[in-house]
């Protein structure tokens, strides 16, 4: 991968994450605020009305303890002429008739006002709600409010209000919030811009370093003096180069003393065969052509190593971050999603949360891994095989289900094995991640992925189904090949499935093979069983 294909795609990925992350809270915040004023504003309204209520019970209270209805109709119609922002008012006595009150009319009916909630007429409480009025024929606010006179209820209040306040003041707040929101939305892009330069700096000069010392040039070291993980893998990185270079040293002076022991052999005999001198003659040369050749011989040694110890760091870093990469991506998206279809809640949340730090702890980790990279051996431990898949699924799990993916799987038995648990749990999820890439790309309606494990002899086996259609009989004996793909550029590297059966074959002595079936493909993978 060249400098800047490498520096795109980690600046690129860094900043969409980050981005996405502020613009979402950002977007929460401004969501709630938005809510909490639009309740303050209908609070005010609320008080309002309860005021010109208050105003009225305490003006009338007389008028409504002998029933003088002429005496509280003209009191209350002057009262909505006075106050513009009254639609309507409805005078409602408990046992009575209701006057319904509006500019310039008025009414006298019976018994139009009737609550139907039960319960609420039991609590005589006031009561507010934006709602159609039938009579007016369009929105109004409505609020009715219980009188009550020497502790006995007389009857309600119902107003009904203009909405024409309430509407301004909204675009008054819709508007500011989109100025506001404009401002944050770039504020957001330089932030993120800046956090993602400065996490993907120090990759980048890694990744210019490991350019230069493939030219051949040792003599390069990585400046990175930060205490995190990627100044732990610098450190380690100019370790490893270190030692290369010790080697390449040794290499070459081995070199020289066997050109010397070489050139001291070549005059001896040249002393000694004098009698031989046309064979002498025919020896230098033949001499001079073999130092040549081990020169060769030790120099294309020597790259072979460096290219061989970089190659293979360089090749896990990218395919060990690519997958949790990838499924951070698809969290944070989850995330959104969620949101914008209004099934954002604290459980969902939270199980989002969980499922990041698990991924960024597992990036953690591999950088753990790179720095114990050139110690002779890593630890073989003993791990049960529903744990290890388990690890899998929940790297996995919410891709599957927000793709209606169904993965179907029964551990009716415990299966100890050995090898290295954490390999075996990538193993799992590249397979499942192909199947699932093979249900999506080949548009599988009630896609599905069924998984059983069973024990027999001296082995654990994991066989991994799906209904994507299967491998093409031309492909399928190729694709454990290194970087065979079938999927288009940048949606694939054709590495992960030669990286796990080198874990599977190579490293826990097991092995990996796929077949096809009816409905689609199928793979066995094979680990011995921990024999107690």
């Known amino acids: 991968m060249s400098i800047k294909n490498f520096k795109n795609t980690i600046f690129l990925k860094v900043f969409l994450l980050i981005f996405m992350a502020i613009f979402l809270v950002l977007s929460i915040f401004s969501y709630e605020v938005t809510r909490l004023q639009k309740e303050s504003i209908l609070e005010t309204i609320q008080s309002q009305a309860k005021s010109m209520a208050d105003s009225i019970i305490f003006s009338n209270s007389e008028f409504m303890i002998i029933d003088d209805e002429i005496k509280i109709l003209e009191f209350v119609y002057d009262f909505v002429q006075v106050n513009k922002v009254i639609e309507q008012l ?55 409010y219980p ?37 944050i939305f770039f504020s957001t892009l330089i932030v993120s811009f800046l956090i993602a330069k400065m996490v993907s700096r120090p990759i980048v000069k890694l990744e210019e370093i490991s350019e230069k010392i493939y030219s051949g040039d040792l003599s390069k070291r990585v400046n990175v003096k930060s205490t995190d993980e990627i100044g732990k893998l610098s450190i380690t990185f100019n370790k490893m180069i270190d030692r290369l270079e010790k080697s390449q040293l040794e290499l070459r002076k081995s070199h020289f003393q066997l050109e010397s022991r070489v050139q001291e052999r070549t005059d001896e005999l040249e002393n000694k065969s004098k009698q031989l001198k046309e064979l002498n003659d025919n020896l230098e040369s033949r001499v001079q052509d073999e130092i040549s050749k081990r020169q060769k011989q030790e120099q294309l040694l020597i790259q072979q190593s460096k290219l061989a110890a970089m190659g293979e760091m360089i090749g896990n870093i990218a395919h060990q971050w690519r997958q949790p990469l990838n499924a951070l991506g698809l969290v944070i998206q989850n995330i959104q999603l969620s949101y914008m279809m ?43 095989l529903d744990v290890a898949i388990n690890n899998s699924f929940e790297l996995i799990g919410s891709t599957l289900n927000h793709n ?50 069973k024990k027999c002899s001296d082995y654990g086996y994991v066989t991994i189904k799906d209904n994507a259609g299967g491998i093409a009989l031309n492909i399928i004996n190729k694709i454990f090949d290194p970087y065979f793909t079938t999927k288009e550029e940048g949606k694939g590297t054709g590495i992960g499935l030669y990286m796990s059966k080198i874990i599977i074959e190579k490293n826990m002595n097991g092995q990996l093979s796929v077949d096809n079936t009816n409905l689609g493909a199928m793979f066995t993978v094979k680990v011995p069983l921990c024999i107690i």
């Open 90 to 144: 409805i005078v409602s006595r408990r046992n009575g008739n209701d006057l319904l009150i509006q500019v310039n009319k008025w009414e006298l009916k019976e018994n139009t006002i009737k609550v139907d909630d039960k319960d609420q007429v039991k609590e005589e409480k006031e009561r507010y709600s934006i709602g159609f009025s039938k009579s007016l024929n369009k929105n109004v606010f409505k609020y009715s």
């Open 342 to 384: 209004d099934e954002m809640n604290e459980e969902f949340l939270d199980k989002s949360v969980e499922k990041a730090n698990l991924l960024t702890k597992s990036m953690s980790k591999t950088i753990d891994d790179f720095r114990n990279f050139f110690k002779p051996n890593k630890e073989i431990t003993e791990f049960k």
């Open 404 to 453: 209606n993916i169904e993965l179907e799987y029964d551990f009716n038995e415990e299966i100890v094995v050995i090898g290295f648990p954490n390999e075996f749990s990538q193993v799992i999820l590249n397979i499942l991640t192909n199947s699932k890439d093979a249900i999506l790309e080949n548009k599988i309606k009630n896609g599905k992925i069924t998984l059983e494990i």
């Open 147 to 183: 009188v009550y006179l020497t502790a006995i209820h007389w009857g309600w209040l119902h107003f009904e209000l203009s909405l024409d306040e309430y509407n301004k003041k909204l675009n008054s707040m819709y508007n500011q919030f989109l100025l506001l929101a404009i401002i």
